[in-house]
């Protein structure tokens, strides 16, 4: 597998107040529970791995949040995909969670551990209305499981402390 979404959270946004995750990282009791367990595949790093279910499913009540927990993943993939448009930006504002005053002027966080090319890499940015006021990219690494820091921005100071190519991502 060359890419998998391992992670995903979301604070402050729709009906979401606190960090809510939703994880596609599975575990195992025994190492022939591994092996009898189709729907998974494995991230391979150096010295660990990290098992990662290939579908999932998100189920519960009416009203109890599942629409706009996909709506938060659009949303990070939305600000993604199109963060060259400076335009589009603007007009795709922050969505806080309403229902408690004080959240109305803290920022929306959302967050996303994935892996491609057998490396995994966490990135995640706060948002404060159209602002994004903090980004990260990490390079979470293969013995300790540390992070390397790849890139920073603080509101529009932009700091890339590593090449984001393939040549420099072992």
């Excluded at 597998?1 to 979401?16: R, Y």
């Excluded at 109890?64 to 930006?89: C, P, Q, T, W």
Aim: hydrophobic share 35%; with cysteine.
């Amino acid at each position: 597998m060359k890419s998998a979404l391992i992670q995903f959270s979301v604070e402050n946004f729709l009906s979401f107040k606190n960090r809510v995750t939703f994880s596609m990282e599975t575990t195992y009791s025994s190492e022939k529970e591994k092996l009898e367990s189709c729907p998974i595949f494995q991230v391979w790093l150096k010295s660990h791995k990290v098992f990662v279910s290939k579908s999932a499913f998100i189920f519960g009540a009416n009203a109890s949040g599942k629409s706009n927990f996909l709506a938060a993943m659009r949303y990070m993939d939305m600000k993604v995909e199109k963060s060259h448009d400076i335009d589009f930006l603007r007009k795709t504002k922050q969505n806080p969670f309403k229902l408690d005053k004080n959240t109305l002027t803290k920022p929306s966080f959302f967050e996303m551990i994935f892996s491609s090319e057998s490396k995994i890499y966490r990135y995640n940015f706060e948002i404060l209305w159209e602002n994004i006021i903090s980004e990260n990219l990490f390079r979470i690494g293969t013995k300790d499981i540390t992070s390397k820091q790849l890139l920073t921005r603080k509101n529009q100071e932009i700091k890339v402390f590593d090449k984001l190519d393939n040549n420099n991502t072992k």
